[in-house]
Structures are given as C-alpha cells and as structure tokens.
Antibody
C-alpha cells in the first residue's frame, strides 16, 4: 500500500522560502495527481494546488498564484511544494495528498509543520 | 470565509443519528461530486465519503452521504465516542478551477 512520507518540520524567517517534500513509499505516483493542502493552527483545510507528475502539469489556487511552486520528480516518486515570501500567516501544517485527478484525496501524508517567525 | 458553508459544531449522544450539512453553489456542489473527510485530533484528514455517497473500503456503513442540488449532507448513525472529530466537505469548483473545502464541523459526542 502506498504511503506518502513528508519531510520534517521547518522554522523560517519572514520573507524567506520553504520547500516541503512528499515521497511515495511502497509505490509510484502512476497516473495520480498530488495535491497540497494546508491547515493553520485551529483553522480549517485550504487547498493550495496540485501537480500531475506523469504530465508535469501544475495548477494553483488563485490565492497562492505567484507564491507557490509545485514540482515532481518521477524518478524518485517525490513531489515538492515551495512557498516563497513567507509571512507569519503561513504558519501551518502542510499536507500532501494523492488525488485521483479531479476526484478524491485517498491517501494523505503525515503533515509538515512550517513555522514562520522572526 | 469558505465558499462551502458548514455549521461550526454539531453534537449527539452515543447511539444517536446526527447530520452535518454543506451548502455551496452551482459552480461547485451543483455540478461536481462532494467529498467528506474526517480529521481526528492531531492527525491527517481521512477520506470518509467520495462521489457524494460512496464509502471507501474500511469505512463503516454508519457513515452515509447525500447530495441534492447545491447542498450535501453527511449522516452518522449509531454515534460512537470515536466519531468525535472535525468533518470537512469538499468539492471541485469550475469557476475557480480548484478544490474548495468547507469550514469544517466539530462533532462532539456527549
């Protein structure tokens, strides 16, 4: 059974960037997409964007356009989410999730805590 | 403010049936499938219902989903203490070309 294993917690300064990884363990991405979802402390879920690794095509939520870049390395079955120009409001747990394209998120990573603080 | 509207809280006693609503619009729920995710405290979300009313393998049949027009509902029957969690509805939005989540509903089992 495929698992998504994310990189560890990060502490970043305002204005810097963070790059979180998400590796498919026990399988490959196949034809699935990988979406990124974040959750600020005590808040709800927010979709950031996704990539279809086999096609290399990414699309982003309007809120994050220009500030987020989602990439994937098919050879290692690893997806990446890079968020730039960090501010305190970006402090959140960031999740990757396997997505049947434009369908359900059936497998989730364990989450990566990103703290933005001076 | 989420485009998909859920009540912030719901509650019930063990054995009861509770429902959680999710209201959207023609560009999301009205024209696409609805999904429900359960998030237990301190854990990642888990897929509970997909394509309006389908349960993934391993999800008890106490959980059921329905959709009508631009609204959807999650019903939990035979409520159990382990059902205490946050529940989120989600749907793809054609206007935004992205996925929307509801604001979430915190379910308390009294």
């Amino acid at each position: 059974q495929v698992q998504l294993v994310q990189s560890g917690a990060e502490v970043k300064k305002p204005g810097s960037s963070v790059k979180v990884s998400c590796k498919a363990s026990g399988g490959t991405f196949s034809s699935y997409a990988i979406s990124w979802v974040r959750q600020a402390p005590g808040q709800g879920l927010e979709w950031m964007g996704r990539i279809i690794p086999i096609l290399g095509i990414a699309n982003y939520a309007q809120k994050f356009q220009g500030r987020v870049t989602i990439t994937a390395d098919k050879s290692t079955s690893t997806a990446y989410m890079e968020l730039s120009s960090l501010r305190s409001e970006d402090t959140a747990v960031y999740y990757c999730a396997r997505e049947e394209p434009r369908d359900a998120f059936d497998i989730w990573g364990q989450g990566t805590m990103v703290t933005v603080s001076s | 403010q989420s485009v998909l509207t859920q009540p912030p809280s719901a509650s019930g006693t063990p054995g009861q049936r509770v429902t959680i609503s999710c209201s959207g619009s023609s560009s999301n729920i009205g024209s696409n499938y609805v999904y429900w995710y359960q998030q237990l405290p301190g854990t990642a979300p888990k897929l509970l219902i997909y394509r309006n009313n389908q349960r993934p393998s391993g999800v008890p049949d106490r959980f059921s989903g329905s959709k009508s027009g631009t609204s959807a509902s999650l019903a939990i029957s035979g409520l159990r203490s382990e059902d205490e969690a946050d529940y989120y509805c989600a749907a793809w939005d054609d206007s935004l070309s992205g996925l929307l989540f509801g604001g979430g509903t915190k379910l308390t089992v009294l």
